[in-house]
T-cell receptor
């Protein structure tokens, strides 16, 4: 079964608009972490934001926020005031367990290609 | 933030030869590094977890004799693709875990594009 599902293969948004990228996950662990990474055409993976399963507040990092709905097992990324430089692939990833020992690996979704139009 | 480098960034080799890719943590010590593979327009797939001073842990379906991993120091892990074939052509990315960061975040290298002719 897919652990991380990103249902939007591609998204097209006008510059300065807000955009929401969907991510749902599947785990039976109580402790887990959710990450969003951006991959521009250069290929590097750029960390955007992290949400822990026990975090009560939604994570925010500048223009990025994570809409964490634990009961629905969703962790959508919201980018406010989109910019042309936001055009890239976006991956949602999950780490099961606390990451202290043992389970440290990340499982990635299939990604969403975001295109910002001027 | 933490920096991870990879070398080479691109490599072209002939079928049957071996290729070594280096992954270095530049400003921190990494007891654990990860090697991923990414085919065009696809997601990252974890190949193996590299632990300093011990054997790597390979994911199911990854041939350990073909993809040799050596984590000889706290700042260097190497992936050697042995007897490379065209189907091994891919984008290989390493990452290193920084335990002190929130979420014990993984920092990624810039990747190595391998083409086997």
């Amino acid at each position: 079964a897919q652990k991380i599902t990103q249902t939007q293969p591609g998204m097209f948004v006008q510059e300065k608009e807000a955009v929401t990228l969907d991510c749902t996950y599947d785990t039976s662990d109580q402790s887990y972490g959710l990450f969003w990474y951006k991959q521009p055409s250069s290929g590097e993976m750029i960390f955007l934001i992290y949400q822990g399963s026990y975090d009560e507040q939604n994570a925010t990092e500048g223009r990025y926020s994570l809409n964490f709905q634990k009961a629905r097992k969703s962790a959508n990324l919201v980018i406010s005031a989109s910019q042309l430089g936001d055009s890239a692939m976006y991956f949602c990833a999950m780490r099961e367990g606390s990451g202290v020992q043992g389970a440290q690996k990340l499982v990635f979704g299939q990604g969403t290609r975001l295109t910002i139009n001027p | 933030g933490a920096v991870v480098s990879q070398h080479p960034s691109r490599v072209i080799c002939k079928s049957g030869t071996s290729v070594k890719i280096e992954c270095r943590s530049l400003d921190f010590q990494a007891t654990t590094m990860f090697w991923y593979r990414q085919f065009p327009k696809q997601s990252l797939m974890l190949m193996a977890t590299s632990n300093e001073g011990s054997k790597a842990t390979y994911e199911q379906g990854v041939e350990k004799d073909k993809f040799l991993i050596n984590h000889a120091s706290l700042t260097l892990s190497t992936l050697t693709v042995t007897s490379a074939h065209p189907e091994d052509s891919s984008f290989y990315i390493c990452s290193a875990r920084v335990p002190t960061t929130r979420g014990r975040r993984q920092y990624f290298g810039p990747g190595t594009r391998l083409t086997v002719t």
